[in-house]
T-cell receptor
Framework: ETGVTQTPRHLVMGMTNKKSLKCEQH?????MYWYKQSAKKPLELMFV???????ENNSVPSRFSPECPNSSHLFLHLHTLQPEDSALYLC?????????????FGQGTRLTVV | GEDVEQSLFLSVREGDSSVINCTYT??????LYWYKQEPGAGLQLLTY?????DMKQDQRLTVLLNKKDKHLSLRIADTQTGDSAIYFC?????????????FGRGTSLIVHP
């Protein structure tokens, strides 16, 4: 149990569907992130929220839309995705400004776009 | 180029030592990290080193930091089959006042009998 929970674990969606990924952390952290993990590519930082405000949007296409309603929850809303968006989407959290800056990860959502 | 670079694969025999190398770009990173990802799981912090240290030892793990060359390495002594995983080197970069972990591609460590 890492303290960061992602749902669903697996998702298959068509290119015209709308779906959402959910992340929840029970660690009292004030920063949350979305990363995309594709084969043979660096872990790509997509979005960063610190104190519930977005501080980074790393040139991510608008078909990905994040939402952070409070410090414990982070969503990634998906619509009209492309097959190349198939990847493992990882959520992480950390306590910004304290400790060693360790990031705690969820187990990820394996997304397949068909 | 990438902020953090590391080789993609390493294959070792059980009982041997493994050395995974990494180069990074941000010299202002206060800490440098090694994360481990096992199949079907997220990343988990394995060890870290403070940027003013040259070496850190933690049981079978030894981290070496060459700040001048921006080179970080992870040595695993007496490598076991359970060490098979993907190992990520990471630095922290400042974005909007927040320290954000930035990762390389990861090195897949394969341990064979």
């Amino acid at each position: 149990e890492t303290g960061v929970t992602q749902t669903p674990r697996h998702l298959v969606m068509g290119m015209t569907n709308k779906k959402s990924l959910k992340c929840e952390q029970h660690l009292g952290h004030n920063a949350m992130y979305w990363y995309k993990q594709s084969a043979k590519k660096p872990l790509e930082l997509m979005f960063v929220y610190s104190l519930e405000e977005r501080v980074e949007n790393n040139s991510v296409p608008s078909r990905f839309s994040p939402e952070c309603p409070n410090s414990s929850h982070l969503f990634l809303h998906l619509h009209t995705l492309q097959p190349e968006d198939s990847a493992l989407y990882l959520c992480a959290s950390s306590q910004d400004g304290a400790g060693i800056g360790e990031a705690f990860f969820g187990q990820g959502t394996r997304l397949t776009v068909v | 180029g990438e902020d953090v670079e590391q080789s993609l694969f390493l294959s070792v025999r059980e009982g041997d030592s493994s050395v995974i190398n990494c180069t990074y770009t941000d010299s202002s990173s206060t800490y440098l990290y090694w994360y481990k990802q096992e199949p079907g799981a997220g990343l988990q912090l394995l060890t870290y080193i403070f940027s003013n240290m040259d070496m850190k030892q933690d049981q079978r793990l030894t981290v070496l930091l060459n700040k001048k060359d921006k080179h970080l390495s992870l040595r695993i002594a007496d490598t076991q089959t359970g060490d098979s995983a993907i190992y990520f080197c990471a630095e922290s970069i400042v974005i909007g006042g927040s320290y954000i972990p930035t990762f390389g591609r990861g090195t897949s460590l394969i341990v064979h009998p």
